[in-house]
């Protein structure tokens, strides 16, 4: 109980390790979170340091989980979290988990690159059964066009008689007939218009309908609108400026049949490609799945166990070798209350590892400032984060937190102050109490309802200390409420002849007096009588009253305050070092 008002008693001790041993026994030693470890290598780089090259291999492990968390995700397959958390993996299983990480990506990327691949041609065949169903309207045979004026072209745009005057002209300079087909995104049809006007100066003939279904943007991702279009060009050199053309303005080109029966056979070959693909991305997602949900199966496991892998090759690299480099040797800070738990996670390590030797612990005299250590419980942990954010006390100084329990939700409830709203709030706040071992509510990844969740006791606080504020303040919902009936009557004045009916509709304010007798019939049992409710001064009464009690209650928060320091001005201080230490403290993390 005397850590909950004042930090914990600390001491500084020495471990000797075993090679053998030292990740066995840092495990758990994480396991039991009671150590600060202190950086013996501060001018080592990181880069330099023994265990470097484990570390990078964690993450590395890190970097496929977390791709595969992502996957899984996107396939809207739950991840499995178990009750218990898993121990740090042993240094002979972590080659297995290597090994199985990196076959499992190797495995999803594969398939995931075919996926992508059979959806790109997928998309493509699709275009250009698109293209070629639109642009059976821009092409016409005509029978006299074709004998008398097309010749060896089987067909061509329908033209007006300028345009066919224009034609025969270019037939005559020998100059070769071309088509251009594809698509182009909505946005860029008028652009890419101009464009082909002004660049080939007249010799194309542009013919465009829009998609009437919205296809894939092979780019985003995203539904889009196209537009199919044909282009007509005559000459090598305009062709190939419709070409790039085509190109600056990311347009999708596909080849376009020279006859009716050619486009037949292709749109046929089309639809049959396309229900092949479907049928084999189908095979691909039940296969993606499969391989998915089985790597979702073990994937909790994996991710605490190669954080605690990480986290216990971090604080390796501050121990440092003796001169046999047989042994590591280890300075920590840890209450002396658990300096038995130490020894015997140190016991517990070697036996694990199989060391013939055991790591063994040695307290040493110091004069550094030891860390605070405050031990916290569900009630106290919120309020201890608040009082936290102002600064963490000195060592063995006086703790404020047990009091901000009291201190906070009341001065909060001061200024809401209304039984309503404050019973609802305690309500919310009740639910959370209940359900707090819900696994869903502990690993929510939300951070509104984190927050809420890990201040439910000061909120249920909170919503109780406002219940009786606001029954005080005799505000509910924001209306007055009359339970115990007003110690005011009206009625008394009239009958003394005090007021009468004259005098009601001369004034428009009146006053009760106190004095007369049946006016105050005592005092109103428990907050504000009810009667203010009526009163012309009832908000600048409230206002007032409230204030002065802000002040009272603020100035002896304030002289409490001072008092506690008092106590910590007798207690003894000791200098202030920059030593570097880290605690290890090994929990699980949602993923």
Request: glycine share 6%.
């Amino acid at each position: 109980m005397g850590s909950l008002f004042r930090s914990e008693t600390m001491c500084l001790a020495q471990l000797f390790l075993q090679s053998g041993s030292a990740y066995d026994c840092i495990s758990e030693l994480g396991e039991l979170g009671v150590a600060e470890f202190r950086d013996l290598n501060p001018h080592v780089s990181p880069f330099q340091r023994k265990f470097v090259g484990e570390v990078k291999k964690c993450e590395e492990l890190e970097r496929i989980l977390g791709y595969l968390v992502q996957e899984i995700k996107k396939a809207d397959i739950p991840l499995p979290e178990g009750d218990i958390t898993p121990a740090a993996p042993l240094p002979k299983h972590i080659l297995d988990i290597q090994e199985q990480l990196q076959k499992l990506e190797m495995e999803l990327s594969e398939v995931m690159k075919n996926k992508e691949k059979l959806s790109r041609n997928l998309q493509e065949l699709i275009e250009y059964s698109c293209l070629l169903r639109v642009s059976q309207g821009f092409v016409h045979r005509s029978a006299e066009h074709e004998s008398s004026l097309y010749g060896s072209y089987e067909e061509f745009p329908p033209l007006e008689k300028e345009l066919l005057l224009d034609y025969i002209s270019m037939q005559r300079m020998s100059l070769k007939l071309g088509f251009v087909s594809g698509l182009v995104q909505r946005a860029k049809v008028d652009a890419f218009e101009k464009m082909l006007w002004r660049v080939c100066m007249g010799y194309t003939i542009l013919t465009y309908a829009e998609l009437e279904e919205g296809l894939v943007d092979p780019d985003t991702g995203e539904i889009t609108k196209w537009f199919v279009f044909l282009i007509s060009y005559w000459g090598e050199h305009i062709g190939q400026k419709v070409k790039k053309i085509c190109d600056c303005y990311h347009c999708h080109i596909y080849p376009y049949p020279n006859s009716v029966e050619e486009r037949k056979e292709v749109l046929q070959g089309l639809k049959t490609r396309i229900q092949d693909l479907h049928t084999v991305l189908a095979r691909t997602d039940d296969y993606l799945r499969q391989v998915l949900c089985k790597a979702s199966e073990s994937i909790y496991t994996w991710v605490i166990q190669v954080k605690k892998m990480k986290a216990i090759y971090y604080i390796l690299n501050f121990c440092s070798f003796d001169v046999t480099n047989k042994c590591l040797i280890a300075e920590v800070w840890c209450p002396v209350a658990d300096l038995q738990s130490v020894r015997h996670a140190l016991e517990e390590g070697s036996r694990k590892s199989g060391a013939t030797i055991p790591s063994f612990i040695n307290r040493i005299p110091t004069n550094e400032t030891p860390p605070t250590l405050i031990r916290t419980n569900k009630l106290t942990s919120g309020f201890q984060s608040i009082v936290d954010l102002y600064g963490v006390g000195s060592y063995r100084e006086v703790n404020p937190a047990p009091y901000t329990i009291i201190t906070f939700p009341f001065l909060f409830a001061v200024m809401f102050g209304d039984c309503g709203h404050g019973f609802l709030m305690a309500l919310f706040a009740l639910w959370m109490v209940l359900y707090e071992k819900n696994p869903t509510l502990q690993r929510t990844r939300d951070e509104i309802v984190k927050t809420f969740f890990e201040g439910r006791y000061i909120i249920l606080l909170m919503g109780l200390f406002s219940v009786y504020t606001g029954f005080i303040y005799n505000d509910c919902f924001s209306k007055s409420l009359n339970i115990f009936g007003s110690r005011w009557s009206v009625s008394a004045m009239f009958n003394r002849t005090i007021w009468n009916n004259s005098v009601v509709q001369q004034n428009r304010f009146l006053s009760l007096d106190p004095n007369v007798k049946g006016v105050l019939n005592g005092v109103y049992p428990f907050g504000i009588d009810p009667i203010w409710n009526l009163a012309n001064n009832r908000l600048s009464f409230l206002n007032s009253f409230k204030m002065k009690m802000s002040v009272i209650l603020g100035v002896t928060h304030m002289t409490f305050g001072i008092i506690l320091g008092f106590f910590n001005h007798m207690s003894v201080s000791l200098p202030c070092t920059s030593n570097e230490w880290r605690i290890l403290d090994i929990r699980p993390h949602p993923i």
